[in-house]
């Protein structure tokens, strides 16, 4: 059964997505952006501005599943707690949509689409243009959003998930 995933890498300035999909055992990328937030806005609108485009992404494309990133916290707690109210909203929208999500560490993530748990950015972009033929010049936001839909299409086809 063919499933199209949607991998969300979330942040309160950029929050990359990735369509993907499997056809015949091969993993085919059909779109892939980031959200642009205003960092002059306040968190409640910057929050409210991700709400309406990551609704607008799942309502424009329908996927089967979301693949988000799993909690990370960093040295800055102000940072931690904006990330975890911006998967927190693209979590709700999901659930509005009644579309399943799946979480994935970095280093998941990572391990899914290079093979290296601690693979840099710059690695696991130079992948996902190997893998889709594509020059890649947007933020690291979108190729990690590329490798979460990844590393969860990979776990579908072995049965992990």
């Not at 205003?38 to 910057?46: D, M, V």
């Not at 599943?65 to 940072?79: C, H, K, M, T, Y």
């Not at 009644?98 to 972009?125: C, D, H, L, M, W």
């Amino acid at each position: 059964m063919k499933k199209i995933i949607l991998g969300f890498d979330p942040g309160t300035e950029k929050t990359g997505w990735a369509l993907l999909t499997q056809i015949q055992g091969k993993i085919h990328l059909i779109e892939a952006g980031f959200i642009a937030i205003a960092s002059k806005n306040s968190l409640q609108k910057r929050l409210g501005e991700l709400l309406r485009e990551a609704t607008k992404i799942l309502e424009k494309f329908s996927p089967d599943q979301i693949a988000i990133e799993s909690q990370f916290v960093g040295l800055n707690p102000r940072a931690t707690m904006a990330i975890a109210m911006s998967r927190g909203v693209i979590l709700a929208a999901a659930d509005q949509k009644n579309i399943e999500a799946f979480e994935y560490s970095p280093a998941e993530a990572k391990r899914g689409i290079t093979g290296k748990g601690n693979a840099t950015k710059e690695e696991v972009q130079k992948m996902c243009r190997l893998l889709f033929q594509r020059p890649f010049e947007t933020p690291f936001d979108t190729t990690d959003a590329i490798a979460l839909a990844y590393c969860h299409l990979n776990r579908i086809k072995t049965g992990i998930v």
